[in-house]
């Protein structure tokens, strides 16, 4: 059960994420007000690395900010390494059986 909640959570928060970057980009467009570029990293760290970086580049969004475009790829490498750290420690080393 709790690995499919998980995995509904991730999937939840990079659609989110993807959804923010696009409507931003739109804003920018029609010179509206805009989403926080920090609440962008903020779902971006609650698990939506994914979704941003597929909102970046899929809507040409952010791309020129150094922070985002340095940012957004490190935080991905880092929750990867984190989910495989877990992985590890849940799978191979028998952690939690």
């Known amino acids: 059960m709790l690995p499919e909640v998980f995995m509904f959570y991730l999937g939840m928060v990079n659609l989110s994420a993807l959804c923010l970057f696009g409507i ?3 804003r920018a467009k029609k010179r509206r007000w805009r989403i ?7 779902v971006a ?3 939506g690395s994914i ?3 597929a909102g970046m580049y899929g ?3 952010k791309t020129r ?3 985002f475009a340095v940012g957004m790829p490190l935080l991905f490498l880092a929750q990867v390494g984190v989910a495989l750290i877990v992985f590890m420690k849940l799978c191979v080393w028998g952690i939690g059986k």
């Open 24 to 26: 931003d980009k739109r």
């Open 36 to 42: 926080p570029e920090r609440r962008l990293f903020a």
């Open 45 to 47: 760290l609650a698990g």
């Open 51 to 53: 979704g941003a970086l």
């Open 59 to 61: 809507f040409r969004h």
């Open 65 to 67: 900010h150094k922070l």
